[in-house]
Antibody
Framework: EVQLVESGGGVARPGGSLRLSCAAS????????MSWVRQAPGKGLEWVSG????????GYADSVKGRFTISRDNAKKSLYLQMNSLRVEDTALYHC???????????????WGQGTLVIVSS | SYELTQPPSVSVSPGQTASITCSGD??????VCWYQQKPGQSPVLVIY???KRPSGIPERFSGSNSGNTATLTISGTQAMDEADYYC?????????FGGGTKLTVL
């Protein structure tokens, strides 16, 4: 069974840092790109960042560019998100998701983890 | 920047057909997928590559995409289909979600 389990969420002050982790199992981790997607309380889904299979290429939403860094350790089958200079508006449930890809380069997320909650508050 | 627009809410009677739209400039030139999210749960993929159903998703879920609009159609809607639905596409290597549509079955 494919499983993604996030951890590392918690409460941080504005300007502070947190590091999220996502442990993968049930599939060949280094065959897939991975992404982080967040959902603020009562709000919609927002893609945060994605990384390709070997960590050589990544992308970020404009809202987090320059503050967040995505990485992965294929030996540990783990995905990470280093979150610096946190803002109140970063408060959200953060999900990791496996990227599936079609032959024409299109992508979709499946499955998703249950998420880890990040609260940024003074 | 590219944007996807969904109606905030759609209502349907049990057994009827629900249609949820997702609009964007020349969206038909891109691939769209759809997610179902029930309260307190993670999103679940119901349609990918415009009109393909993952294994385990009921046949009553279907999708289309043409022109500026992608549509998720649920035929013979059941009470269990009440949920939030999100469309997703990619633009310039960034994933973009629609704002979400709350489907009410009443």
């Amino acid at each position: 069974e494919v499983q993604l389990v996030e951890s590392g969420g918690g409460v941080a002050r504005p300007g502070g840092s947190l590091r999220l982790s996502c442990a993968a199992s049930g599939f060949t981790f280094d065959d897939y790109g991975m992404s982080w997607v967040r959902q603020a309380p009562g709000k919609g889904l927002e893609w945060v960042s994605g990384i390709n299979w070997n960590g050589g290429s990544g992308g970020y939403a404009d809202s987090v560019k320059g503050r967040f860094t995505i990485s992965r350790d294929n030996a540990k089958k783990s995905l990470y998100l280093q979150m610096n200079s946190l803002r109140v508006e970063d408060t959200a449930l953060y999900h990791c998701a496996r990227e599936m890809a079609g032959l024409t380069g299109d992508r979709w997320f499946d499955p998703w983890g249950q998420g880890t909650l990040v609260i940024v508050s003074s | 920047s590219y944007e996807l627009t969904q109606p905030p809410s759609v209502s349907v009677s049990p057994g009827q057909t629900a249609s949820i739209t997702c609009s964007g400039d020349k969206l038909g030139d891109k691939y769209v997928c759809w997610y179902q999210q029930k309260p307190g749960q993670s999103p679940v993929l119901v349609i990918y590559q415009d009109n393909k159903r993952p294994s385990g998703i009921p046949e009553r879920f279907s999708g289309s995409n043409s022109g500026n609009t992608a549509t998720l159609t649920i035929s013979g809607t059941q009470a269990m289909d009440e949920a939030d639905y999100y469309c997703l596409t990619w633009d310039s290597s960034s994933a973009l979600f629609g704002g979400g549509t709350k489907l009410t079955v009443l």
